[in-house]
């Protein structure tokens, strides 16, 4: 009885008018960079990408201006607050900030800094890079953590002085361009499991751009770090259309061109060219000038012609990549399971070439081990420069 005449005296006002709620603070907006991270190294075409929180505060954001060494690079407007910067080629230390304006006045910063290469790790446009995989004779099995002193490099049989070495946290550029032809219409929901759980296993410092092609190439991802961007990007694959396998393998070369560091091109494909624009020639120019890793997947029927699988192990070879042919597409995973068990175990060096002359020629790559033990595979060769470009 006590205890219901308390209820109705508060809920009366016999004790008074009830205390008004205190408003909840608005959170004062943060503005964050998300590209690059601090402390990372640049080269190459950079993603400038920054967010605005809690999100609840994007209606209070006219623009956001990117500076990279109190330069401007790009002034955005609206969501995603992103843009592409030239590093160069040499790795140096850059300031990045991000500027958001907002509409009652006032600004939010947000900055990163970069770092350099020491002067004898420094890669000038002029020197080669080589990507390798070393394996033991014996067993098969990846070995990692060896010294610069462990491989000899030489160029049309001259031996070649390695300029940078670098064995671990070996930042990556990948494209990977996953046919979604007609012929892929009743396996398409298996291959975007397969794809998903291969772009979740690319660990997120990693810039990872998804490409669907058919006739057409149709780029869903630009150079994504976030898993979870990553992977909504596969869900908008759906199978239509041919096979354009030239041009999407020179797209996703040039995509990788201008890029520093490890690159990797992986192409998914069930089934030969069928409506390039470009020649196969086209193709092997543009590897022979590429320092990117290539894997190629064929698989299903199409996919079995003698002429098409033997141009995909050569262009994979030529690279210092792999071919694969599944027989079955539910086989998918366990290929890209050993992609990533690749790219998880390679080495990058570069060299400065003793022949300096822009004649265009091909040069051959030869990678040696000083150890008999061990096996490497790395890229074949590749064009020189030529004056006449």
């Known amino acids: 009885m006590m205890a219901t005449l308390a ?83 040499v790795v140096e230390e850059h300031l990045v900030r991000a500027v958001a304006a907002l509409a009652e006045g006032g ?16 890669v000038e446009v002029t ?43 070996i930042a990556l550029e990948l494209v990977a361009a996953i046919d979604i032809s007609g012929s892929m219409r009743t396996a398409v929901s298996q291959l975007k499991g397969a794809v998903k759980q291969f772009l979740a296993a690319v660990p997120s410092r990693d810039n990872v751009t998804l490409i669907g092609f058919n006739d057409n190439i149709f780029p869903l991802t630009r150079r994504a770090k976030d898993p979870a961007a990553r992977l909504k990007a596969v869900d908008r694959l759906a199978a239509w259309g041919g096979t354009a396998l030239y ?12 890029m520093a560091g490890r690159k990797a091109l992986v192409v998914f494909t069930d089934g030969e060219d069928q409506g390039s624009h470009l020649t196969r020639d086209a ?13 190629m997947i064929g698989q299903g029927q199409r996919a079995e012609v003698p002429d098409l699988r033997e141009l995909m192990a050569r262009l994979a070879r030529q690279s210092g990549g792999r071919a ?13 399971r050993q992609i990533i068990e690749d790219l998880s175990n390679q080495y990058l060096l570069s060299y400065e070439p003793t022949n300096a002359r822009r004649d265009g020629t091909w040069r051959t790559i030869t990678l040696e081990m000083t150890d008999p033990a061990l096996r490497v595979r790395a890229r074949e060769g590749y064009r020189a420069k030529s004056d006449h470009q």
Request: with cysteine; hydrophobic share 45%; aromatic share 8%.
């Open 7 to 89: 209820v109705w005296l508060a809920l009366t006002g016999a004790f008074g008018a009830p205390r008004p709620q205190q408003p909840v603070p608005e959170r004062r907006p943060v503005l964050r960079i998300l590209s690059p991270e601090e402390g990372s190294y640049l080269s190459g075409r950079v993603l400038l990408k920054a967010v605005v929180e809690p999100m609840t505060a994007i209606g209070r954001v006219t623009s956001v201006a990117f500076y990279v060494d109190g330069a401007l690079v790009c002034t955005l407007q609206r969501l995603p607050y992103e843009c592409e910067w030239d590093a160069g080629h």
């Open 107 to 122: 600004r939010l910063v947000a900055s990163v800094h970069t770092k350099r290469l020491d002067h004898a790790e420094a």
């Open 127 to 169: 020197a080669i890079q080589v990507t390798a995989t070393v394996t033991s004779a014996a067993t098969g099995r990846f070995v990692s953590g060896l010294p610069p002193t462990a491989f000899r490099v030489y160029e049309d049989g001259v031996r070649q002085t390695i300029a940078s070495f670098h064995a671990q946290n």
């Open 247 to 258: 041009d999407v393998i020179v797209r996703g070369l040039d995509m990788l061109g201008e």
């Open 283 to 295: 193709v092997l120019r543009h590897l022979e000038e590429s320092d990117a890793t290539l894997y």
């Open 324 to 336: 694969f042919f599944p027989d079955r597409i539910d086989e998918l995973g366990e290929v890209f």
